[in-house]
């Protein structure tokens, strides 16, 4: 058993119960292939959260900062996250993204790169859309819908995989490639809450 598979059954063993988190649309991440999972951000809980939910292994980008935590930094370096630098172009996270989906793995970002204050979906970065048009990797929406409230409901909703090829034949630019991520975020959130 890897530390990756023991930490997640521990912390699935925690916070399922804690927060009686339910889970819609698993059956949407496909099993194999690359997978860009991109889910809205309301809680610093959200990537244990996705993970544990998710039935595939997810490598998060995370703020390089995290990383210099002595333990800490070791532990996320275990469960398959990455660093990347905020607030410019960080090259090695592309490329170390790009890597985990041309290999068949899956990808986990934020892509609004920061915690929402309001709980609203907001703009995202242009990490996403970059991801989705230079790869053939299936781009699956999530939404976490919370709030995060001891034994309340917490509710994690993946969708369907998004028609990229449509954007490729429009020849969409990342931006707009990544509000249509956002968008269909929204979708779920607005669905399901």
């Known amino acids: 058993m890897t530390f990756y598979s023991i930490a997640k059954n521990t912390v699935k063993s925690i916070l399922m119960p804690l927060y ?7 059956e949407h991440v496909p099993k ?22 998710s039935a595939r292994p997810i490598s998060f980008m995370a703020k390089e900062e995290l990383f210099h935590a002595p333990v800490f930094g070791k532990m996320l370096k275990h469960l398959k996250a990455f660093p990347v630098k905020r607030g410019m172009s960080d090259r090695e996270a592309l490329r170390k993204g790009l890597q985990i989906l041309k290999e068949g793995n899956v990808l986990g970002l934020f892509p609004e790169g920061t915690r929402s204050k309001t709980g609203e979906v907001g ?55 990544t509000e249509v991520i956002m968008s269909h975020i929204r979708k779920l959130k607005d669905e399901y809450r």
């Open 123 to 177: 703009q995202g970065l242009s990490g996403a859309g970059f991801f989705a048009l230079r790869t053939n990797a299936h781009v699956i929406p999530c939404a976490i819908i919370g709030p995060y409230k001891l034994f309340s409901k917490l509710k994690v909703v993946y969708g369907p995989p998004i028609n990229m090829d449509e954007l490729r034949s429009q020849k969409a630019s990342i931006e707009e490639t």
């Open 20 to 26: 009686r988190i339910e889970v819609i649309g698993r």
């Open 32 to 53: 194999e292939g690359g997978v860009l999972l991109c889910s809205n951000h309301i809680s610093n809980l959200d990537p244990p959260v996705v993970g544990i939910t």
